[in-house]
């Protein structure tokens, strides 16, 4: 899914072609807090923002100088191939420079601003300069097979090689008969290499159905023959098309994944309304999921009405395929994708202890879903996304009500503190799909959707490494929290820890209602190691208010804890002292007495 741009401004001089510039691309604005006033969304820190915003993926247009752009984002430049677009535009709307993306759109979105400005567009890109193009670029609609070869190409006609044009001239060149470069423009299956460039119009849509439990090498292979036997290169396909009952199915999503394209759902009462184009259709497929046909009328319900069957019903064993043209390239696709529900850990609260992953599921959500606190994280990375909050003790709405969006074909994200699968949602989210033939209130298009967990970092990760290195030797994780886990359970886990020598993170230690099991648990540990054992208590951990204390096990306050609060306590080997003039503790593993070098 393509991410819309967003204006990046710093100061109020930039505020009005900001606005300009944001009525041109049909996009927000995004600006520096205490320097501006109109802004959609306002940050405070302008590199931490502008990373995330690049990391994500999005497109950015800063209203600044072109030095702040280049400083915050070089030490995250990786790869032309992925990279967004990010563009500098000048206060006064003067000049439009393409930084980086020139070819993802960079140029495109420079020289269309540039009309509208009535500035100059400073494109240094050697193609577009002197051809007008990129040719790995090619119009909407089409789909360069072998992008791997387009900037030698480019290279070669900038030195005079020449363009012979076989079929649609796409790019509008000039044709030459003695051209060294082919520029390809054919839905047939092509030969490529660096001397010819093939350009597919991406007007065909594969239709498929499949029994429960299809393989997808079965599915897989249907598809190919009848690409095969049509001519079609894969290359041409829009997307794949199915009915929404098969969105779980894995030969259905991953013959999807495999071609690289959009998986497309229809309801049975959509498919339905194609009953009238079909070629084959059939009253046994009727009774088993209400409609008269499926690759058929997936296909043509894409394709659109003056689309028309290449390939009617083909079938195998278990699966059926076919194939339908569009009239024109397919820009826009009907139907709604397969909904997706990402479980994301944000880390303690911290913006710069997320992770990449985690900062792009977020960017490319239609919907984040979270306690409202843990919403609030985010800031202004959530803008442009619907934002549905949930209070404490509401975890199971808050996890049913995100499969269900989920289920609707929206592409949802679950917040958690920390990491999402510690004390978080994604148990939750699991349990409830494991046990969602019980009764438990999920529709089957929730039961249907993509889970995918990122991981974060944990409370017990970040306060270790505030302090030290207590984890460095075998640690467990423990909460004291009696209203999920019976307290008999509780205690017996802390003996058990005790009893192993367990470097522990206790999470949950203590509420208003509940405050003796940390009373407890001291108790127990001190039965099994010394008094002067070192213990971390570590609260809001990278949000304001952040507080570590050190003490001894002996020394161990239990009324300074709560909800917010992490307790580490070492094993008999962890160790405190000073370095640096700083209190650091640490969990040794032997290597110094065993004499031995530690490796990286």
């Not at 498919?271 to 009328?297: D, K, M």
């Not at 967990?453 to 460095?472: I, Y």
């Not at 999920?484 to 509420?511: K, M, W």
Request: include cysteine; hydrophobic fraction near 40%; glycine fraction near 10%.
């Amino acid at each position: 899914m393509a991410l819309a741009p967003v204006v990046v401004c710093l100061s109020r001089t930039g505020e009005e072609t900001a606005r300009r510039i944001a009525d041109i691309l049909d996009c927000g604005i995004h600006g520096l807090a205490r320097r501006t006033e109109n802004a959609d969304v306002k940050f405070d820190n302008a590199a931490d923002h502008l990373q995330s915003l690049f990391v994500a993926g999005t497109p950015i247009i800063g209203v600044c100088a072109t030095g702040i752009l280049v400083r915050v984002l070089s030490p995250f430049l990786a790869s032309k191939s992925t990279e967004p677009p990010v563009l500098a535009v000048a206060e006064d709307g003067s000049a439009v420079i393409p930084l980086l993306g020139g070819h993802r759109g960079a140029n495109r979105i420079a020289r269309h601003l540039a009309e509208n400005l009535g500035c100059h567009a400073a494109v240094t890109t050697a193609g577009d300069v002197t051809l007008g193009v990129a040719l790995d670029e090619p119009p909407p609609g089409w789909r360069l097979a072998n992008p791997e070869h387009a900037g030698a190409a480019m290279a070669d006609l900038l030195a005079g090689a020449g363009a012979r044009i076989e079929g649609e001239n796409v790019f509008g060149l000039e044709a030459r008969p003695d051209g060294r470069i082919s520029l390809v423009a054919t839905e047939q299956a092509e030969p490529a290499d660096k001397g010819k460039l093939v350009y597919h119009p991406v007007q065909f849509v594969l239709g498929v159905g499949c029994s429960r439990g299809c393989e997808a090498e079965e599915l897989a292979a249907l598809a190919d023959s009848v690409l095969t036997r049509s001519g079609i290169a894969p290359g041409s396909i829009a997307c794949v098309a199915s009915l929404d009952l098969k969105a779980d199915e894995p030969a259905v999503f991953e013959l999807a994944d495999s071609l690289d394209v959009p998986l497309s759902l229809f309801s049975a009462a959509e498919l339905e309304a194609e009953s009238h184009r079909l070629a084959n259709p059939s009253e046994v497929v009727f009774r088993e999921v209400g409609c008269h046909g499926v690759a058929e009328a997936a296909a043509l319900a894409v394709s659109g009405d003056a689309g028309r069957l290449v390939v009617e019903k083909t079938r195998t064993k278990n699966a059926t395929c076919a194939l339908a043209r569009s009239r024109t390239p397919i820009v826009s696709i009907p139907g709604r994708r397969r909904g997706s529900l990402a479980i994301v850990g944000l880390g303690p609260g911290k913006a710069e202890w997320r992770t990449p992953e985690a900062i792009r599921m977020i960017a490319r959500a239609d919907e984040v879903v979270g306690y409202d606190s843990y919403i609030d994280l985010l800031g202004p990375l959530a803008a442009g996304c619907t934002r549905t909050g949930f209070s404490l003790g509401q975890e199971r709405e808050r996890c049913r009500y995100a499969l269900e969006q989920a289920g609707a074909g929206r592409q949802v994200v679950l917040v958690s503190s920390g990491d999402a699968g510690i004390y978080a949602m994604a148990s939750l989210v699991y349990e409830m799909l494991d046990r969602a033939t019980e009764g438990n209130g999920l529709s089957d298009a929730a039961g249907r959707v993509e889970v995918v967990c990122a991981p974060g970092v944990s409370a017990m990760q970040a306060a270790a490494a505030r302090t030290g290195a207590l984890l460095g030797h075998d640690f467990c994780a423990i909460s004291l929290s009696d209203l999920l886990t019976p307290r008999d359970v509780i205690l017996r886990r802390i003996r058990a820890a005790a009893e192993g020598d367990f470097v522990i993170a206790f999470y949950n230690p203590s509420s208003r209602q509940r405050r003796g099991l940390v009373g407890t648990a001291k108790d127990i540990l001190l039965d099994f190691r010394p008094a002067n054992t070192p213990v971390v208590l570590a609260r809001s951990l990278g949000r304001p208010g952040e507080r570590l204390a050190y003490a001894t096990l002996a020394e161990l306050d239990v009324g300074g804890t709560d909800m917010l609060t992490t307790v580490l306590v070492g094993s008999s080997r962890s160790r405190s002292f000073q370095v640096g003039g700083r209190t650091r503790v640490y969990t040794p593993r032997g290597y110094e007495t065993r004499g031995e070098a530690c490796s990286p």
